[in-house]
């Protein structure tokens, strides 16, 4: 599983000419993903006022992506180390943007909801190729690591330019305007990475085994809709069943990976502590940040009474914390050591969230400002690292799966924060006591009840207003502590199990 390492020259063929511009097309499939998961939180407010949906389908608007794409991620890795990293991502780069039409014309709630479904299927085919693409064009670890570092710095750098383009498109077009916008940057995409990029595979990799996609696909929904269902309305049947077949679908798929002459996922990889631990750090990471990010927009939106371009630019400290951190934490991980990085940047995050927990409806921006910053920084530093630690593991051969193992703890952890925390504001905020009268609307969502006053006497509306952004910053408050201890566990976790990790300086002889 390990590789031969060679002192720190790298011959001609291993610094493949031209990789650098390559790795300028694979960010900006980067950039298509995370413009395209930070305007919808952005564009929510006018969402839940166009489509009007429950606050339920609110829910699975935000989190649908998440599932699918967790349940893909691993067949559509293992799918391009067969057919070709670069096809692949070419392929689902044409789909990604053909989807967002779709999205950004969707008229009912039930529509909107399949379209981020179908936008999971493409975004499914994306983040693994290229991160796999990356393992594949850099073998010298310098390079890998400072390559790494630009692509997760530009995939902050895209929640930055999400809210700032998507608050700008908000305040002059329609809701859909958001979506469109992805267009342009695959299209680039598309066109450049024909030229620019070298294809890759795994020369010897047996067949595509589409009963363990089946497993895969339905062991992470089955799963994860179940923790959904039950965190929103308490444990009964369905989706403790849900659950229940999740598990037993998950069960299946790493048994027959453990049978198969060639799986779609080498389970071996999780014998390597150092592997298991990024992977894990990853996952609770996500979990504890996701579903307090899903509201924070509607926050500054909502309850504060920002337009939605001042929202967009409100959010930038922690886009600029990951851009510098992501560059700077492969050499601080060399410097001092992979657990001290990966660990304080968890610990930052978790300290930050701690800090939220006092925030109310008037809290000034320096608190917010300064929290953002610091879950910034600390992000950049442990996912950058994290994903060193994942790639520089395996045979290149496998970098594809092992990349989707790294998505796949990502996107999970999205689902799963976003159904948890997210649960915990919805229900902080649906017992809020409301003036006499008012509609159930009002209780599904804060935009539902920022509508419903907009129809009511002025002081009525008023008094509904300001019970509802009590509550819904009560639910933000009470998320963010369960994210705090979330992430403060994260990084003791990672202090033990990615003890004696480093970082080499060397080239990979594979």
């Known amino acids: ?58 829910l699975w608007i935000g989190d649908v992506y998440s599932f699918v794409i967790a349940g893909l991620l691993v067949s559509m890795g293992s ?18 943007g053909a989807v967002s039409v779709l999205n ?40 890998r690591s400072l390559a790494i570092g ?93 659950a229940a077949l999740g598990a037993a679908a998950l069960y299946g798929f790493v048994h027959r990976q453990l049978t198969l002459p060639t799986p779609l996922l080498d389970m071996r990889l999780f014998r390597d502590r150092g592997f298991s631990g990024a992977v894990l750090a990853d996952l609770l990471t996500i979990l504890g940040l996701s579903g307090l990010v899903f509201f924070l927009s509607q926050y500054l939106q909502l309850v504060q009474g920002r337009g939605p371009l001042e929202a967009g630019l409100a959010e930038l400290p922690a886009a600029i914390g990951a851009v510098v951190a992501g560059l700077l934490a492969g050499s601080a991980a060399r410097r001092y050591s992979v657990r001290a990085v990966v660990s304080g940047g968890l610990a930052a995050i978790g300290l930050a969230l701690a800090a939220l927990t ?50 796949t703890a990502y996107e999970l952890g999205a689902a799963l924060g976003i159904a948890l925390l997210g649960s915990i504001v919805t229900g902080a905020y649906r017992n809020f006591t409301a ?20 129809t009511l006497p002025t002081q009525t509306g008023d008094a509904l207003l300001n019970a509802a952004r009590e509550a819904f910053t009560d639910g933000i408050a009470l998320a963010a502590g369960a994210g705090a201890v979330v992430l403060l566990a994260a990084a ?11 970082l080499e300086g060397r080239a990979d002889h594979v």
């Open 104 to 143: 950004a014309y969707a008229t009912t709630p039930e529509l909107m909801i399949l379209a981020r479904a179908l936008l999971g299927v493409a975004g499914a085919t994306l983040m693994p190729a290229t991160l796999a693409l990356i393992r594949n064009l850099f073998h010298d670890r310098r390079e």
């Open 358 to 407: 006092v925030v109310e409806p008037s809290t000034g921006y320096p608190l917010l400002g300064t929290a953002l910053l610091v879950v910034g920084v600390g992000a950049g530093l442990s996912f950058t690292v994290t994903s060193d630690v994942i790639l520089a593991g395996v045979p290149k051969e496998q970098a594809g799966a092992a990349a989707a193992v790294s998505e």
């Open 1 to 58: 599983m390990t590789s031969t390492l060679q002192p720190a020259h790298a011959t001609e063929e291993e610094r493949r000419p031209g990789r650098w511009l390559a790795l300028s097309v694979l960010v900006l499939a980067v950039l298509l993903v995370a413009v395209d998961a930070t305007v919808l939180g952005l564009a929510t407010p006018y969402i839940s006022e166009d489509l009007k949906p429950s606050g339920n389908q609110l």
């Open 492 to 502: 003791a976790a990672a202090w033990f199990l990615l003890k004696g990790q480093r």
């Open 79 to 96: 799918l391009g180390d067969r057919i070709g990293r670069k096809r692949l991502l070419l392929i689902g780069a044409t789909a990604f």
């Open 150 to 242: 630009i692509w997760g710095a530009t995939a902050s750098a895209g929640t930055a330019v999400g809210p700032v383009v998507g608050g700008f498109l908000l305040e002059h077009f329609w809701w859909g305007s958001v979506f469109l916008i992805n267009l342009p940057v695959m299209a680039v995409l598309v066109l450049v990475g024909i030229k620019l990029l070298p294809e890759s595979r795994n020369p010897a990799p047996g067949p595509w085994d589409l009963r363990s996609v089946v497993l895969s696909l339905v062991g992470m929904v089955g799963i994860v809709y179940g923790i959904k269902e039950a965190a929103s309305h308490g444990f009964s049947w369905p989706p403790l069943g849900a």
């Open 435 to 454: 003036p006499p009268g008012t509609p159930a609307e009002a209780h599904e969502s804060l935009g539902g009840a920022v509508e419903t006053a907009r």
